[in-house]
């Protein structure tokens, strides 16, 4: 574990560093006589998991400070020791994502235990498998791409009993969530993004719609003003804070590819191009592979899915050589169940187990999870299956 201190005590900094290290050879002590003024540089610097903060930031301009600080640190945790123990600063200090304060001067023992404490919820944070992250992006409006998304995600959960968290990325006219539930959504991204500094996994887990016990839904804001106030740093977050704490985070990307929606893309294990196989998305599906081409996304990562497919004059095959990608897979055109399930708000794999549609997406999710199928070896190279 690194550890970094900062105090104005040079003796208190020593006698810390002699403590921890005579205690567990793990600790690795950086030491720092300064001010809050050092704060940024030494987090910048010392690729701390632990910020030790002596007597610093016990006012409130200070704490502002440290409250901007610590979203570009989402790694490193801050236990601070403050003269200042007013209910309202700790209050704000916990807001602003301090794990625990402490009354200083401190018993270095007192701290001990302070970092043994946070220590062991790092590691149980760090000892679990990161979830992997799936985005869905249609070529074209109307291709389908929430709907597979949603109902991805159900079938995970459902029949694969993994943990997993759909976030609805349009920012606009998202709906995703109206696909798999008929209840309105009593939070979404914008009331997350608002209170950012609080985002961890209970709080994540508290905004979303709970679909099952293992599968959430995070709708899009439902008012245009957070159009602005979304920002790619929030996103980075929210998916550092998803991908600790579900197995797959699945996003519904949207057409506009913007700050928002690359950061978004950038984090995916796969990204999901969805199309059908009518020439104006074939044509749109060129057109976003070129983009991502410019974005550097390598092509193993892109996995085009054919909706609505049926045989007809453009085959597969001219769809990969047009468009320069593989299609991954392809599902049925079944406009009477997916309407049906769409309307009702019900996954179609709980409302229409039979339907070829449930069976494809179902066998998609099992491929995911199992690495089986003919992508064998592409989906474990790509989501590291053991
Ligand atoms: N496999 C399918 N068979 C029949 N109809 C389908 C199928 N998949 C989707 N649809 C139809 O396509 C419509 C559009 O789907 P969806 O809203 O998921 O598209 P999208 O790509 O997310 O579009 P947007 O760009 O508007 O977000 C749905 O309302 C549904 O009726
Ligand atoms: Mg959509």
Redesign the pocket.
């Known amino acids: 574990v690194k550890i970094a201190v900062i105090s104005q005590d040079k003796a208190y900094l020593e006698e810390v560093a002699r403590i921890l290290k005579g205690t567990d050879a793990s600790f690795q002590p950086d030491l720092f006589v300064g001010d809050s003024d050092r704060m940024a540089a030494v987090a910048e610097q010392s690729h701390a998991d632990l910020l030790v903060l002596d007597q610093i930031c016990e006012d409130a301009r200070q704490l502002a400070a440290l409250e901007q600080l610590l979203p570009l640190h989402p790694g490193m945790a801050v236990i601070m020791l403050s003269r200042n123990q007013s209910s309202d600063f700790l209050i704000q200090a916990m807001r602003a994502g301090v794990r625990e304060v402490l009354p200083a001067p401190a018993d270095p023992n007192a701290l001990l235990d302070a970092i043994s404490r946070v220590q062991k919820r790092i590691a149980s944070v760090a000892s679990r498998a990161k979830g992997k992250v799936l985005a869905f992006i249609?070529c074209?409006?109307?291709?389908?791409?929430?709907?597979?998304a949603a109902n991805l995600g159900y079938a995970l959960a459902a029949a694969e009993h993994k943990s997993v968290a759909l976030i609805d990325l349009?920012l606009q006219?998202g709906?995703a969530f109206l696909?798999v539930s008929d209840r309105p959504a009593p939070f979404n991204l914008s009331d997350v993004v608002r209170q950012i500094q609080r985002l961890d996994a209970s709080f994540l887990a508290s905004s979303m719609i709970s679909v099952l016990p293992n599968f959430g839904v995070l709708a899009a804001p439902d008012e245009p003003e957070s159009l602005v106030t979304i920002k790619p740093e929030h996103i980075e977050l929210l998916l550092n804070v998803a991908i600790n704490h579900y197995d797959y985070v699945i996003l519904?990307i949207?057409?506009v590819l913007d700050a928002v929606s690359i950061k978004a893309m950038d984090h995916a294990n796969v990204i999901f191009p969805?199309l059908q196989l009518t020439l104006p998305f074939v044509r749109d599906a060129k057109r976003l592979a070129s983009v991502f081409r410019a974005l550097g996304y390598p092509e193993d990562r892109l996995s085009m899915i054919v909706?609505?497919f049926e045989k007809g004059e453009i085959t597969l095959d001219d769809v990969e050589k047009t468009v320069g990608l593989k299609v991954f897979r392809t599902?049925?055109?079944?406009?009477a169940s997916?309407?049906a399930s769409?309307n009702q708000g019900v996954p179609i794999v709980k409302l229409a187990p039979r339907d070829p549609?449930s069976k494809a997406l179902e066998a998609l999710a099992h491929d995911l999870v199992h690495g089986t199928g003919e992508h064998h070896g592409w989906l474990k190279g790509l989501l590291h299956l053991e």
């Not at 074209?140 to 597979?148: H, M, P, V």
């Not at 599902?331 to 406009?335: A, C, E, G, L, V």
């Open positions: 249609p074209k409006g109307g291709s389908g791409a929430t709907f597979l349009n006219f709906d696909f519904d949207g057409r969805v909706n609505r599902i049925p055109n079944r406009f997916v309407a769409i549609v």
